[in-house]
C-alpha cells in the first residue's frame, strides 16, 4: 500500500477535478464553435431588401425568397 498524506491527497483529487473540467469545457467550445460555422455557411444576407434566410441546396447563387436577386455564399472568416 502506498502511503500519502492527506495534504497531498487532496491536492492530487483537486488536481484531477479541475483537469476533467477544463477538458469538458475545451471540448464543449469546440463542439458550439464548430455548429455555428456550420450554421454560417447557410445564412445569407440580401444587401437589396436586408432579408436574411437559410438556403440548405448547392446552387452556387440562391436567389433571395423576398425580392428574387441571386446572392454569391459568404466567405467564411475566422474570427
Do not use: K
Amino acid at each position: 500500500m502506498i502511503r500519502v498524506p492527506i495534504s497531498e491527497f487532496l491536492e492530487i483529487y483537486l488536481g484531477a477535478i479541475l483537469l476533467w473540467l477544463w477538458t469538458v469545457w475545451v471540448g464543449s467550445n469546440w463542439i458550439r464553435n464548430r455548429r455555428e460555422r456550420r450554421a454560417q455557411r447557410t445564412l445569407i444576407h440580401c444587401h437589396i431588401c436586408g432579408w436574411e434566410y437559410r438556403d440548405q441546396s448547392d446552387v452556387a447563387c440562391p436567389p433571395c425568397p423576398n425580392c428574387g436577386r441571386p446572392h454569391e455564399r459568404p466567405q467564411p472568416t475566422r474570427i
